[in-house]
């Protein structure tokens, strides 16, 4: 369904009923990456998901976005469902919206699940990086892109026995716009840092990384986990940077586990 939030239209699907958990997905994917966590978290939840601003089926709004602005959107959908407090689930670019929702609206966080990203801001060699990128994007299309990032997101394991992943996920990315893309990496780029903020949080933290992951690496949710106090780290085997796709089972245990004792108090 479409939601109208900030002036842009915000596709996504609730499902279930109970403790509000909000999914929100990785660069450069879209809402369904989080399928198999919506029919294993809505039994007993309501599971969100959103297309975050110029990906998937939502509006583009400005030119330039920014991750404050993602994570305005979120609170402003979470307004329009009537949902005061959830769990936010966010993957890669998704943790760092969900840094920036707690940064923001710390009194809307029931709990946070951190996957595969990392709380430091961008050096400036990654920088130039996500600006070629975001200009290779509006230059060469969703499919350049695909090419360069589906063999980063994907662990080894992955690259070597799931042919029908590396397609799924290619055909994620492709199905988003490039000036989308493209204005997602400069916001990346410019994201503040967090990393003074995790000291701050008070609420119950889940870290899962792939061990597998080059793109954020295990030794980054280990310096999380660090910093963040009473936080849980879950390291999921065979898994690379987009591991609640290349191993649902071991994410999905993990997930249900943060969240089971949450449900009592939701």
Not at 94 to 112: I, Q, T
Not at 113 to 141: C, H, I, N, W, Y
Request: aromatic share 4%.
């Amino acid at each position: 369904m479409k939601v109208s939030v900030n002036n842009i239209d915000i596709d996504c699907r609730d499902e279930g009923e109970g403790l509000p958990v909000i999914f929100i997905h990785a660069f450069p994917l879209n809402q369904t990456m989080w399928d198999e966590q919506v029919a294993a978290t809505s039994v007993t939840c309501r599971a969100i998901t959103l297309d975050l601003r110029g990906f998937g089926r939502s509006g583009f709004g400005s030119s330039s976005h920014s991750i404050e602005e993602m994570a305005s959107d979120v609170r402003g959908l979470m307004k329009r469902l009537g949902i005061e407090r959830a769990v936010l689930v966010g993957l890669s670019m998704g943790g760092y919206v969900s840094l920036a929702f707690y940064r923001n609206y710390p009194g809307s966080v029931e709990a946070l699940v951190l996957a595969d990203t990392r709380a430091g801001a961008d050096p400036q060699e990654a920088r130039e990086r996500r600006f070629k990128s975001a200009e290779k994007a509006e230059r060469e299309g969703s499919a350049a892109i695909a090419d360069d990032m589906t063999p980063l997101l994907l662990g080894r394991s992955s690259q070597a026995t799931r042919p029908d992943l590396i397609a799924k996920t290619r055909e994620m990315i492709e199905g988003n716009s490039p000036a989308g893309i493209a204005a997602a990496q400069r916001a990346m780029a410019a994201r503040r840092d967090s990393t003074d903020l995790l000291g701050t949080i008070n609420i119950p933290v889940l870290v899962i990384v792939g061990s597998e992951d080059s793109l954020t690496p295990p030794v980054e949710a280990e310096a999380m986990n660090r910093a963040i106090r009473g936080s849980r780290l879950e390291v999921i085997q065979r898994a690379g940077h987009l591991s609640n796709l290349e191993q649902p089972r071991l994410f999905n245990n993990a997930l249900k586990q943060f969240i089971h004792p949450l449900e009592q108090f939701g």
